[in-house]
C-alpha cells in the first residue's frame, strides 16, 4: 500500500573518530525513504534550494521505487545543512551547525496524487507543520510521527495536538522521559499513549527499542553490530524499515508493527556501517533478508 | 540433570529511593539458588558465620529443590555483609561498608554427594577460589562462572587460567570491557571466547543481554519493568533461571542457552520487585510461566 513520508534533504557534514564527511546527502526524508524502498514503493514530501548538488539528487534514483514528485527544488533558496561530531563512544554527538535554510520557507505542498496515500510518516518537524501536512491527505490509515526535545519544550502544545490527531509516535528515550517526567520507559509510554496514539516506539540507540501499544508490549535489542562507521540516520532508517514494512504488510496490528521493528533494526544496521547512504546504496534485498534472519534467530527464546 | 552453585550466603543492608531493609537475607549463592530452584533442583556450597540468623536460613526451605547440605554455618565466625545504596535512577549504586568475615576464612568444601554434579555455577569469587571449588567437581558437563572488576584488576592471570577451563563466562558490559580494551561489546565478546569459553554472555542490565556463542549470537532486552524496588540480586537471579532452565533442559546448546537467557531474564525481572526474596518467595510457577509466555511474545518478530 501507498507510502509517504514528510521531512527533510538536508546536506550534512559528520566528522566521527571513524573519519569525516564534508557535504554528503541526508536529511530524514531521505534516510527514511532509501530504508523504506527495500520493503515498499515511498513518496517523499520535501522541499531543498537549487544548491542540492545533482549527485546528491541521483542518490535517490539508486533505490527502487522512492518516488521524487514532492520533493521541491526552490530557485534561489538554501538546502537545509547540519554538521555535527560524534565523540569517542559514537553515543553522543554534539551539533557543528544547523543552517535551516529552506526550512525556514513555507513547508512543501503535498502533491494531488500523493494525497491518497495510506501510511505517513511526519519525520522530525515543527508539530504544527506535521498537523498540515497531515491534513492535506484524504484519509490516511495508519499515520505515525517523530518528534524531539526542541519542540517538546517549545511547542508542547502544538505536539499534544498532533498526538491526539495520529496513530503512532517515534521517539527517543530522553525525549519520552523529558516529555512525560516519568523515568521508567514504560511509564513514559504508557502515559504518551494516554494523549491519544495506539502505539509508541521508544527508541534506545545502541540498546534497541521498546514499544507499548494498547494491545501489548515489545521489546527489542538493536542489532550487535561489529561496526559502526557513522549513526547519522539511524533513528530515521530506522522508522524507514518499521514504515516501509508495515506498508508492504498492509497490516498494522501488533505483530505487524513488531515485524516492522525488526525490520527497522536490521536496515537501521547497515546503514550505520557507512556515512551517508553509501552502504544502503549498495544493499541488495538478500542481504537485508538474510541479516533479518540472523537477527530473527538472536531472539529466539522458544 | 544436577546443579550446583558456589558463592556466598550474606547479610544485606539496602538503600533505594524506594526504601530501606537492614540486615537481610543476601548474597549471590542464595539469589541464584532461588532463582534457579523454579527450573531445577540445585545445590549450594558456601559458608557463612553463626551470626546468620535462623529465619534467613530458613528462607531457603521456603524453595522446593534447593539442597544445603553444601552451606557450612562455622561457630564463631561472621557471615559475609555488604551494605550499598542505589543512586536515584537506581542504575548506579555506591557500596556503604563491605564485611568480609568468613570469606577470609578457608572456602567451604563441596561435599562428596555434590561432586557428580553436572551444571556448575561459579559464583562471582576470586578467581583461585573458583578453580578450587571446579577442581572438586568429577566431571562436569558445563561450568559457567561470574567474575568482577576487582579480580579482572588484581588477579587477570588467575581469572584467564580459569578462562581455560570453563565452558561459559557471565559479566557485566562494563567488565567485558575492562578485560578486553574493547568497547564494542560484540568484539569484547569474541575477544574473550579466544580465551577458552564457548560463550560470553554480557549483561547490560535494564538493556538485557547479549550472548556470543561459538555457535551464533543471541541478544534480549530486559522484561520492561514497571516497577523496580531494588536491583540487588539481579545479576545472580538472572544467572540462577538461566542455568537452572539448562540443567532442566539437560542441554547446552546455543538454543538451549537462548531459552535459558530468556528464564534469568523473567526471574531476574520478579527478583527486582521487591528487598531481598520477597517477591521470589511468593512466586509460583504460573506467574513465571505467564510473565514467560508473555516476554515471549515481546520479542516476537515473525
Not at 559528520?14 to 554528503?24: F, H, I, K, L, W
Not at 554538521?83 to 535551516?100: A, P, Q
Not at 506498508?247 to 557507512?274: M, R
Amino acid at each position: 500500500m501507498s507510502l509517504i513520508v514528510t521531512g527533510t534533504v538536508g546536506i550534512d557534514t559528520v566528522e566521527a573518530p571513524t573519519g569525516s564527511r564534508e557535504d554528503v546527502l541526508g536529511g530524514s526524508c531521505v534516510y527514511f525513504a532509501a530504508a523504506a524502498s527495500f520493503f515498499s514503493p515511498v513518496r517523499i514530501v520535501a522541499a531543498a534550494g537549487d544548491d542540492l548538488p545533482d549527485e546528491h539528487r541521483r542518490v535517490l534514483d539508486h533505490f527502487t521505487g522512492i518516488d521524487t514528485r514532492g520533493l521541491e527544488v526552490r530557485a534561489g533558496s538554501r538546502t537545509f545543512r547540519w554538521g555535527c561530531r560524534y565523540l569517542d563512544d559514537m553515543n553522543e554527538r554534539e551539533t557543528l551547525y544547523t543552517s535551516l535554510g529552506v526550512l525556514e520557507e513555507e513547508p512543501p505542498t503535498v502533491p494531488d496524487a500523493f494525497r491518497d496515500s495510506q501510511y505517513v510518516f511526519l519525520a522530525n518537524s515543527h508539530p504544527a507543520v506535521q498537523m498540515n501536512m497531515l491534513s492535506q491527505l484524504h484519509q490516511p490509515t495508519l499515520a505515525v510521527a517523530d518528534t524531539m526535545d526542541l519542540w517538546i519544550n517549545i511547542a508542547r502544545e502544538e505536539l499534544i495536538s498532533l498526538l491526539e490527531r495520529i496513530d503512532g509516535v517515534i521517539l527517543n528515550d530522553s525525549e519520552a522521559r523529558l516529555f512525560t517526567g516519568k523515568s521508567n520507559l514504560r511509564h513514559a509510554a504508557e502515559k504518551i499513549i494516554e494523549y491519544g496514539p495506539a502505539f509508541v516506539v521508544v527508541k534506545k540507540g545502541e540498546h534497541g527499542c521498546i514499544m507499548v501499544h494498547r494491545d501489548g508490549i515489545a521489546a527489542l535489542p538493536a542489532y550487535p553490530s561489529r561496526e559502526v562507521v557513522d549513526p547519522t540516520g539511524a533513528g530515521d532508517s530506522f522508522a524507514g524499515g518499521m514504515m516501509g514494512s508495515i506498508a508492504a504488510q498492509d497490516d498494522h496490528s501488533l505483530h505487524a508493527i513488531q515485524h516492522g521493528l525488526a525490520c527497522g533494526t536490521v536496515v537501521a544496521s547497515f546503514n550505520i556501517e557507512s556515512f551517508t547512504l553509501d552502504r544502503l546504496k549498495t544493499l541488495d534485498k538478500n542481504q537485508l533478508q538474510a541479516r533479518l534472519a540472523k537477527f530473527a534467530e538472536m531472539v529466539r527464546v522458544n
